[in-house]
């Protein structure tokens, strides 16, 4: 298997690259806009063809890079459902969506928002801001749910094996990948908390809105597409 991590400063996301070293299929999972020619480039580089473009979400603080990557590379773009209406293909818990020889499992994840999902594949886990290193994404807009979360967490991705690795969307500490085994042992906010406790640490959290959540949740609703692509795309 190929694999990439790739970051995107601004937005402090974390993109993945995956490919299938048999068929060179590829996947790029939470592309960033602004970084769509950087991606490509790499793809390029591997001797990878891009076959899928995954998105965890509907993301409220970067724009995703689905759409201008389906332009250039006729790229299939996989979302869950009720999230950005021009996914080609929208996907449900149990889902599976194959990349070559790759077998991605769905998980639906919700709770940071109400269309987030993960993505399984082997003892990997892509979990989008549903699960963060040592902390989850917030549940105060887009119909986020804390209730919901926390089910997502201890039922969802708490059940899968200690030894999974848990990929992240985003750090803003530096920490690149993290365990299942860790994170139900050491994350603050789940690690031994009932369900109670955990929706009233998220209901008092007070974080302010994100900067780009009025225009990155409608571009990102289609697909990217409504803003200008990248120099040179």
Avoid at 23 to 48: G, M, N, S, Y
């Amino acid at each position: 298997m190929v694999f990439r991590q790739l970051f995107d400063s601004e937005s402090s996301t974390y993109t993945y690259l995956i490919g299938d070293e048999a068929t060179r299929h590829a996947v790029l999972i939470d592309p960033v806009f602004e970084q769509a020619e950087r991606d490509l480039k790499l793809v390029a580089e591997l001797d990878l063809t891009l076959t899928h473009v995954f998105d965890t979400h509907v993301h409220a603080d970067h724009i995703t890079a689905s759409g201008v990557l389906r332009e250039r590379t006729k790229a299939t773009v996989v979302g869950g459902v009720g999230g950005a209406r021009c996914a080609d293909v929208h996907v449900h818990h149990g889902d599976e969506v194959r990349v070559g020889g790759l077998i991605f499992r769905v998980l639906a994840t919700p709770g940071h928002t109400d269309d987030s999902v993960s993505y399984l594949l082997g003892d990997h886990v892509f979990t989008g801001d549903a699960l963060l290193i040592r902390g989850n994404g917030r549940t105060d807009f887009q119909n986020g749910n804390a209730r919901q979360l926390y089910d997502s967490l201890t039922r969802v991705l708490f059940a899968l094996p200690d030894s999974t690795l848990v990929h992240p969307g985003h750090d803003y500490l530096g920490r690149t990948v993290t365990s299942i085994a860790e994170e139900k042992r050491y994350n603050p906010r789940v690690a031994g908390r009932s369900e109670e406790e955990f929706i009233h640490i998220m209901e008092n959290l007070h974080l302010p809105k994100p900067r780009k959540i009025d225009i990155a949740v409608p571009a990102n609703s289609a697909c990217g597409d409504r803003v200008t692509a990248p120099q040179g795309a």
